[in-house]
C-alpha cells in the first residue's frame, strides 16, 4: 500500500527528499505520518499530517530543518530533509493511519537514510 523512495548516504549538511507513495486505499481518510528507527533506538514519529488539509507536525528533533508535505491528487506525502545530521541516520518508514479507527493504518517497508562524512 506505502512505497518510500528517496533514501541514500549524504554528508552533514546535505538535503534528502524522501516520498511515499499510497495506493489501494482512499487517501482522504488516512492521516500520513513518518517514523524512523535509528540504530540501537525505538521507532520514533518524525512527523505527521493528521488530515488531508492540516499543516504538518514535528518532532523537536527536526523541527526547522525537515519540512513534510501531501499531495492529495498524487497519493503521496514528502518528507524534505535539510541540514542533516549523522544523528539523523535511520530507516525511515511512511505510515498511513486511518482517521476514524486506530486498528487500520498501513507501513511502508522503510528506507535507509545514511548521514556521514
Known amino acids: 500500500h506505502l512505497v518510500e523512495s528517496g533514501g541514500g548516504l549524504v554528508q552533514p549538511g546535505e538535503s534528502l527528499r524522501l516520498s511515499c507513495v499510497a495506493s489501494?486505499?482512499?487517501?482522504?481518510?488516512?492521516?500520513m505520518e513518518w517514523y524512523r528507527r535509528a540504530p540501537g533506538k525505538e521507532t520514533a514519529l518524525v512527523a505527521w499530517i493528521p488530515t488531508p488539509d492540516s499543516d504538518a507536525k514535528y518532532a523537536d528533533s527536526v523541527k526547522g530543518r525537515f519540512t513534510m508535505s501531501r499531495d492529495n491528487d498524487k497519493n503521496t506525502v514528502y518528507l524534505n530533509m535539510n541540514s542533516l545530521e549523522p544523528e539523523d541516520t535511520a530507516i525511515y518508514y511512511c505510515?498511513?493511519?486511518?482517521?476514524?479507527?486506530?486498528?487500520?493504518?498501513?507501513w511502508g517497508q522503510g528506507i535507509q537514510v545514511t548521514v556521514s562524512s
Open positions: 489501494g486505499l482512499t487517501f482522504g481518510r488516512y492521516g
Open positions: 505510515k498511513a493511519q486511518h482517521r476514524g479507527t486506530l486498528r487500520i493504518s498501513y
